[in-house]
């Protein structure tokens, strides 16, 4: 079954090699004036959490340098607590790290890093996701596209958890020998798409949404096709990348 009287369609142009470049030079800036925003956002939360976690530490061990006479019994609890904050900033460093680049990219196959990332999906949120693998996916792809395809998925499946009103979805993924195409459908309330995307111009605006324009620009940048149909059956997000 298709969602019933789609109510809006954004493709990426099909055009020759200019219309293609001017698009996703359009895309890329996008895409910067969002990742300016995040840099933001995450020079404040280092700020707030490691920074504070290893002033916090250095001020301990400096209590220790000034005062030699103390002895091993009752530096102890000083120590522990220079030990602690110093572990809960390297946790917070990591998983810093692992927002930028999941883990093992480099070497886990295309297919696995999709599935992980519905079974994380699922765990973190509670809904339930049918993921299907209509055709085994290459090996072989660059990095780029399992970065670009992981974060237009991660996106998509945020958005039917968080705006669909459904618990349950369903995605699939499959490849030819030149593209792959991967596919998330719900059956929830659905969206006007092109009401949404001609609000969200604005990239650069504070307190805006960005996801579904984040999804079209990694799309544009990769010279592929976004087609998104929502309707009163729900929305089907369906996103197809070269691979090469
Ligand atoms: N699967 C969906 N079902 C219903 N509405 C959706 C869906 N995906 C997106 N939307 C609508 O489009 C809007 C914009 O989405 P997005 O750009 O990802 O921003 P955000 O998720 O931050 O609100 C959402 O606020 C929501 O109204
Ligand atoms: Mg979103």
Redesign the pocket.
């Given at each position: 079954m298709s969602p019933a009287s789609p109510s809006s369609s954004s493709r990426g142009r099909p055009a020759g090699a200019s219309g293609r470049t001017r698009h996703a030079s359009v895309a890329a800036r996008g895409l910067l004036a969002a990742a300016e925003r995040d840099l933001q956002q995450i020079i404040l939360d280092i700020h707030d959490g490691p920074v504070q976690d290893i002033f916090g530490a250095l001020s301990q061990i400096q209590v220790l340098r000034h005062r030699p006479e103390l002895k091993a019994g009752d530096a102890a609890p000083v120590l522990a607590r220079v030990a602690a904050s110093l572990e809960r900033a390297l946790g917070e460093i990591r998983s810093f790290i692992g927002a930028f680049r999941p883990p093992e990219f480099e070497r886990r196959p295309l297919g696995a890093i999709l599935e992980q990332l519905v079974v994380q999906h699922e765990s973190l949120t509670g809904a339930t996701v049918d993921f299907t693998l209509a055709t085994p996916l290459p090996d072989q792809v660059p990095l780029s596209l399992k970065i670009s395809l992981y974060r237009i998925l991660q996106?998509?499946l945020?958005?039917?958890t968080?705006?669909?009103?459904v618990t349950h979805f369903e995605v699939s993924a499959k490849a030819n020998s030149r593209h792959i195409v991967v596919r998330?459908r719900?059956r929830?309330?659905?969206?006007d798409?092109a009401k949404?995307l001609k609000k969200?111009v604005d990239v650069g605006v504070a307190g805006?949404?960005?996801?579904?324009?984040?999804?079209r620009d990694r799309v544009a940048i990769m010279n592929g096709k976004l087609s998104?149909s929502?309707g009163r059956a729900?929305?089907i997000?369906t996103i197809q990348l070269p691979l090469s």
């Open positions: 996106e998509a945020a958005n039917a968080r705006h669909a009103g998330v719900d929830g309330k659905g969206f798409v949404v969200e805006g949404h960005f996801g579904l324009r984040g999804m998104i929502s729900g929305t997000v």
